[in-house]
C-alpha cells in the first residue's frame, strides 16, 4: 500500500509559476506510474500529466510546454513544475499512484489508478 502526500499549492498570478510535490511512503515506490490530476469547481476530475516506471511522460495537451512532471524514486517523490500558469489551471491538484502500469506506460484514466493523495489547492489569479 501506498499513501500519498501532496504540497507546493498556493494563489499565484497568471504568467507564474508552482512547483507541486508528492511524497509516496510504502514500499516498491518504483514500480507505481504516478500521476496528477486536477479538479476544478463544478468540473470533472481531470488528468493533467503522468509518468512512467521508466520514466516516460505524458501531458495533457493543454499544458505541454507549460508544465513539466518528474520523478525521483530513490526519494520516492513525484514533482509537477508549473509554468506560465493561467487562471483555467486553477483547482485542486491530485497525486495518484497506479500499481498495474506497464514500465513505459502512463494512464490517463483516473480509474487505474489505485491510490491518491488529498489534494493541494492551485489557484491562478488574472
Known amino acids: 500500500q501506498v499513501q500519498l502526500v501532496e504540497s507546493g499549492g498556493g494563489l499565484v498570478q497568471a504568467g507564474g509559476s508552482l512547483r507541486l510535490s508528492c511524497a509516496a511512503s510504502g514500499r516498491s515506490f518504483s514500480n507505481y506510474a504516478m500521476g496528477w490530476f486536477r479538479q476544478a469547481p463544478g468540473k470533472e476530475r481531470e488528468f493533467v500529466a503522468g509518468?512512467?516506471?521508466?520514466?516516460?511522460?505524458h501531458c495533457k495537451d493543454s499544458v505541454k510546454g507549460r508544465f513539466t512532471i518528474s520523478r525521483d524514486n530513490a526519494k520516492n517523490t513525484v514533482d509537477l513544475q508549473m509554468n506560465s500558469l493561467k487562471p483555467e489551471d486553477t483547482g485542486v491538484y491530485y497525486c495518484a499512484a497506479d500499481s498495474g502500469a506497464r514500465h513505459f506506460g502512463v494512464s490517463d484514466n483516473a480509474y487505474e489508478y489505485d491510490y491518491w493523495g488529498q489534494g493541494t489547492q492551485v489557484t491562478v489569479s488574472s
Open positions: 509518468i512512467s516506471r521508466m520514466s516516460t511522460t
